[in-house]
């Protein structure tokens, strides 16, 4: 199938962001150009493109625009090092409570934000590791520490920028299932191609500073997704 830029088909959902004809770059040095790109409630959307095209770029440009609705699970993961796991999975839910609560509830967990941070956990098999400080964890348990945060953030919409790379295709399969069903939309960067058709609805990518297309996934195949890297 030769793929043409196009935008997604519109309808009547609800818009959640709009970005027109913008120039998206850092400093002076533009990286991304004329984009033009609509998102829908429902929409779970997966950004593919070679290193450098601008993917972070483009996900950090709609966390800016939809910052009070979206949790973002950045590449940096900014995990507070010396805090255990548990604690680095509260601060996502910080900003719910009043400062005394937090400050009590990361001394001494209370127990029912440790009940609910549990099953999170439990969802993410990262259970035993909550008292573990995160800098005795492995990559991938970092990773879903990070997801679990995102996701104690109670938002609607989730942004993440490859929040799945360091875990294997099954967990990570099940990982974008749980964000998808958790978010009424999500948006993510990722590398594994076969999971990006799988589990999202509308695939935009990323070539040569632009929108090289944006289809719902039904419509893309996979060698579509390889000629992005050449
Ligand atoms: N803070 C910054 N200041 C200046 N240039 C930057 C900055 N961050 C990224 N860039 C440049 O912008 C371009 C796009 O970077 P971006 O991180 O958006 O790409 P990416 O597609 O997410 O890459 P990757 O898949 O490697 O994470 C690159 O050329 C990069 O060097």
New binding site residues.
Partial sequence: MAVKPQPAESDNREVICRLHSQQL???N?P?LHDIDLTLYRGDHVAVL??????????LAKLYQQMADVAAYSP?QHGLVEALSAYNNIYIGGLERYHWLYNISNLIKPKRQDWLQISRLADDLAIADELTKSVDRLSGGQRQRVVIARALFQQRQIFIG??PVAALDPVQAGRLLALIQQQHHSSIC?L?QRPLALQYCNRIIG?KQGAIAFDQPSSAVSLDDLTALYR
């Fill in positions: 770059g850092h400093g040095q990286v493109g070679a290193s450098g095209v601008g993917k972070t770029t483009l590449q920028d490859e960067a590398h990323l």
